[in-house]
């Protein structure tokens, strides 16, 4: 990817104004100051919508940030509380004017204004939002475009109309080449005029968080980030088990590494629960620091796994085949929430040591295993594919 160039202070993206088309307005803190960049940003990655955690909560779709170290990174679509009853989500865009890219910061208001025609999805279309609406003091989901769980929230409704099935772009800018030729409306020039809310703290904090986490960058996921939504605000442990529980999937991580990640995993979950313990629950603002840093860490580790040299066994042979059906166990196990992180870290030390033996036996034997040590293999198999049923099921 080009350098970008940085050309005013850096400014967190959604503390930006939106400079053309919101004027000052008296309920909001927005400024007119901004990031202009000579490249545009990354197409709008492809992502499923994790359901809506509880009721109440609206979608904010993921965007990409800037910052003159890394460059362009992914802010990860989330659920989020609004400031308070009655009021939408309007999300930012980048958009091109006079030979740069500026962003125009999200807002919240009575109405969703204009957001550069950015087909954004979840019920974002690029005009207006479909997602749901507000009836009195709750908030109704159009589960035709949204993922609620229909038996925990009952106040939704279907309307397919407003699935948009012409702006099929995936551009996440506005003017210039590849971008959208969408043009504000009369309504959204209204609703820009509207007195607006800015992002919320739990909104800036999140794409603080998306900052400073390396898998995050473009320079670095080359337009596919890791973790591109999320159910709530600083759900990372979550994040982070999902993209481990993918790697396990796809072979990216071998058991040795799965198990050291979880390892990791597990003494920071330990850490959590001991500081929650002796504060009454909560977290200090110095011990969520610390965790932070320790999941960038983590996250880290996650990303250069997958992309080293080394990978789980393959399915070519029948000892092949069981091990990736006990990895794939595992990954189930992982993205369920069934196995814990320590158990993972079990199981996968486990699996390492079949890895290691078949390993040993086939540079012992010309590449080949005998028929003694495929049945010693299958009968360890047997006992660690035993130990995850019970952890499984709490036997």
Not at 37 to 43: K, R
Not at 179 to 197: D, I, K, W, Y
Not at 246 to 269: C, D, F, H, M, P
Not at 346 to 352: F, G
Request: glycine share 12%; charged share 15%.
């Amino acid at each position: 990817m080009r350098k970008l160039t940085f050309i005013r202070a850096i400014v967190p993206a959604l503390l930006l104004a939106t400079a053309v088309l919101a004027g000052p307005s008296p309920a909001s803190a927005q400024i007119s100051v901004g990031i202009s960049v000579h490249v545009g940003p990354p197409a709008l990655p492809v992502y499923a919508q994790p359901p809506c955690p509880t009721e109440g909560y609206l979608w904010t779709p993921g965007y990409w940030g800037y910052n003159a170290e890394g460059g362009y990174f992914w802010v990860p679509g989330v659920w989020v509380a609004p400031p308070r009853v009655g009021l939408l989500w309007t999300p930012g865009y980048w958009g091109f004017a006079g030979g740069l890219y500026g962003f125009h910061a999200g807002y919240w208001g009575p109405h969703v204004g204009f957001y550069g025609g950015v087909n954004y999805g979840f019920g974002y279309g690029g005009v207006g939002f479909g997602g749901g609406e507000w009836r009195g003091g709750h908030f109704a989901y159009n589960s035709a475009v949204t993922n609620v769980n229909t038996t925990v929230i009952h106040n939704t409704y279907v309307n397919r109309t407003v699935i948009n099935n012409t702006n099929v772009s995936r551009a996440s800018f506005n003017g210039g080449p590849g971008g959208t030729t969408a043009a504000p409306t009369a309504q959204e020039r209204m609703a820009a005029n509207e007195s607006h809310v800015q992002a919320t703290s739990e909104q800036m904090s999140h794409e603080h968080s998306a900052s400073i986490d390396r898998s995050n960058f473009a320079s670095e996921n080359h337009g596919k980030p890791a973790n591109p939504a999320m159910s709530r605000v600083g759900e990372r442990a979550n994040n982070q088990q999902d993209r481990i529980a993918n790697g396990v999937r796809s072979g990216q991580l071998t058991a040795g590494e799965t198990k050291n990640l979880e390892s990791r995993e597990a003494n920071i979950n330990h850490e959590v629960k001991d500081d929650r313990a002796a504060n009454g629950g909560k977290l200090t603002s110095q011990e969520k620091a610390q965790v932070n840093q320790q999941q960038n860490n983590v996250s880290h580790s996650i990303y250069d796994d997958k992309h080293n040299a080394a990978t789980q066994p393959g399915t070519k042979s029948e000892v092949g085949q069981r091990q990736n059906n006990q990895q794939q166990r595992i990954a189930n196990g992982i993205d369920s929430g069934k196995l814990s992180a320590g158990e993972v870290a079990h199981d996968e030390k486990n699996q390492q040591k079949v890895n290691q033996q078949v390993h040993a036996d086939r540079q012992a034997n010309g590449g080949k295993l005998t028929a003694s040590e495929k049945k010693q293999v299958n009968k360890e198999q047997n006992k660690n594919s035993k130990q995850i049923h019970n952890q499984k099921t709490g036997k």
